[in-house]
């Protein structure tokens, strides 16, 4: 039993990059989409143009910061690296900065975009000095002139590679760059004994414009719930009864039941009313209330909470009933004002469900580690319909 909860959990860890693989797939299907900077980077055999800026540390000689290409590290294999070597001799705390630039490139089409990536950590020989990678991920406006913090996150313990994501806007016609500051910096005084080398790694590095954004992906009208259904026919108005020498009777009127002629003073048969014209096809799209929403929100998480390795996995669902995607956001809480977790948000399509992997932030790692129950807020939004709901869920933990 032990062996097969063993491999179901390492098909877990994985779904953060498979999620990642389709949802580049899939925004590549879509017209109005385009990932730059010329799809993802991807980094198979190559660095693909993405340059140093900056390598240096805070204590020359002993620690030397550099970025270079890994061609076997990543998901899959290719990856670049910002590494920090510490030299045996070091006894003070030691700090590495790396600065990576993507090649520019111009959008054709602005709005609501996100950036997005996988990462890893390995703290390796240096494990016993406690460093920590503080990394940001900014998108550089080369027309405008200025540049935009998107994600930024601190590890410091062994990570293996995971996708993460953050919106940004951008304008149609200005030139852009990626740029990811990486500092690894030691809490922990050298004792001499020490030598060896931390990296942190980074792929699948892209800007998807045109789709999954804050506002973009929800103004698609293509996947909205099916048409309601047609409106019955209006019955067919009865015969006029026959006058006498007299003119026709008038048509019955359109949409309800066409009324009877009239009998003309004198007239021939009046003729049929018009048939009804169809239903409007309004289908779902207004019938749903916050309170209903909120009501299927509570039973929104479904399956086994799990923790692992400082990693919370818990799965959402987008309700068949809902007639239309949602947005659903996502975020482990000690109480109500105190948070456990990382917040995640994902697009999940009607009925469908998805693995949300939340990161237990590094202050309550202890807290939550004797935890047996996990208090979550939910949010979803599904057109203009938002609702939360705080929910706890019992907390299964493997190693
Ligand atoms: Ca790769």
Redesign the pocket.
């Known amino acids: 039993v032990l062996q097969a909860l063993s491999s179901h959990f390492r098909r877990a860890a994985a779904v953060g990059g498979v999620a990642t693989a389709i949802l580049f797939a899939s925004t590549v299907g879509q017209a109005a989409a385009a990932t730059y900077p010329a799809g993802p980077s ?3 055999g190559s660095a693909e143009g993405w340059v140093v800026k900056e390598a240096t540390c805070n204590v020359p000689l002993l620690c030397t910061a550099s970025g270079t290409y890994d061609g076997t590290a ?6 670049i690296a910002a590494n920090s070597n510490i030299a045996l001799t070091l006894l003070s705390l030691f700090s590495a900065k790396v600065v990576y630039e993507s090649p520019a490139f111009a959008v054709t089409q602005g709005g609501s975009s996100t950036l997005q990536l ?1 990462r890893s950590f390995t703290p390796g020989g240096l494990l016993a000095l406690a460093p920590t990678v503080n990394y940001s991920v900014s998108l550089l406006d080369k027309t405008a002139g200025t540049q935009t913090k998107v994600i930024t996150e601190a590890l410091s313990e062994t990570v293996p590679f995971g996708g993460i994501s953050g919106a940004v806007s951008t304008v149609a016609g200005h030139s852009y760059a990626i740029s990811i500051t990486a500092v690894t910096s030691s809490s922990v005084l050298g004792t001499g004994l020490l030598a060896g080398n931390t990296s942190a790694r980074f ?2 590095i892209g800007l998807t414009v045109g789709a999954e954004g804050e506002t973009g992906a929800e103004g698609e009208p293509g996947p909205e719930g099916p048409p309601g259904a047609a409106g019955e026919k209006g019955a067919t108005g009865a015969n006029g009864t026959n006058g006498t020498n007299g003119s026709t009777g008038p048509a019955g009127p359109a949409g309800a039941a066409g009324a009877d002629g009239k009998n003309g003073s004198n007239g021939k048969d009046g003729t049929n009313g018009s048939n009804g014209k169809d239903g409007s096809n309004e289908g779902n799209g207004g019938a749903l209330t916050t309170a209903a929403l909120t009501e299927m929100t509570k039973s929104s998480l479904t399956g086994t909470v799990t923790e692992k390795a400082g990693r919370v996995y818990v799965q959402a669902k987008c309700p068949t009933k809902v007639g239309a995607p949602c947005k659903i956001s996502v975020q482990g809480l000690l109480t109500k004002t105190k948070v456990a977790t990382s917040m995640r948000t994902a697009r999940v399509g009607q009925g469908k469900a998805k693995q949300f992997v939340l990161q237990v932030r590094p202050a309550a790692r202890a807290e939550v580690a004797k935890l047996t129950k996990l208090k979550f807020k939910v949010t979803m939004k599904v057109g203009t319909t938002k609702a939360s709901v705080y929910k706890t869920l019992a907390l299964t933990r493997r190693s």
């Open positions: 991807t980094f198979t990543g998901n899959p294999p290719g990856s996988e792929d699948n």
